[in-house]
């Protein structure tokens, strides 16, 4: 009798030690969810001009919607449960036109503007205070398996409907302009645009990488003078032998 009161009294110390170690690391996980979201919202104060209040990016920012949607369905989709996380990040899609597959790994500070037709791809990888404007795609360009979306380093901008595709390096502070369409890396501290991108600035600084417009070379008529070279050559060649003899 003894002893079975004294087994009930261990299940029951170990119940509330297992219930309070749980309580800690909800505690734990629910303070680090509060100040991951403090951190997104402070970014949207220093990155959108006409943020007029916490409580408007709280409460009507689509951008922190999305991407706190994308903490919840990237938590489910890491424990395998991909069905739930792909409903959740389809249901943030709805309500905010912004796409962001599960999968997709994204640092802190992100700052989605404006938001409609943004996509993420699935293996995308996203540091630290990056921004993004609307229509913008980090996608695949459905040649690649495995990794096929971009990586974007930190401090990176992403102009209105650039297109990033494919698994390139975008490094960190580059500015890919609107409209922009990327094809291959592009390096820390530049800015890139057209269609495909090219790099026009690096640490400020123009590239010179400009087509001289009016003086562009002929490779007919520098073939043509090789040609006529040549024949010279022979000639003089032959008049030399002719001489000898
Ligand atoms: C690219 C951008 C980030 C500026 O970066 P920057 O490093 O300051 O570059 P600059 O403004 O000095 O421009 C560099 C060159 O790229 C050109 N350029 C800038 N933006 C461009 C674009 N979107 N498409 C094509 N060329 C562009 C400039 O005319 C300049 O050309 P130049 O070398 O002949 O002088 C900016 O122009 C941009 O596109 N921002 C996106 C903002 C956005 O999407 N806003 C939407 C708000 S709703």
Redesign the pocket.
Known sequence: MKKTAATMLDAAATAMALAAHTAKKLHRRGQKLVSEIRYDVEAFRQRDPAAQSNAEIVLLYSGLHARTAHRLSHALYRRGHTLSARAVSQGAKALTGIEIHPGATIGRGLVI??GSGVVIGETAEIGDNVTL??GVTLGGTGKDEGKRHPTLGNGV??????KVLGPLTIGDNA??????VVLDDIPADS????IPARV??VA?Q?VAN?LDQIHIPDPVAEELDAIRSSIAALEARMDAEQDEK
């Open positions: 503007d404006h404007y609307q901008l992403v102009g209105a409907g650039a500015k890919i302009a609107a409209g922009a800015t890139a645009v057209g026009v600035r400020g123009r400009d």
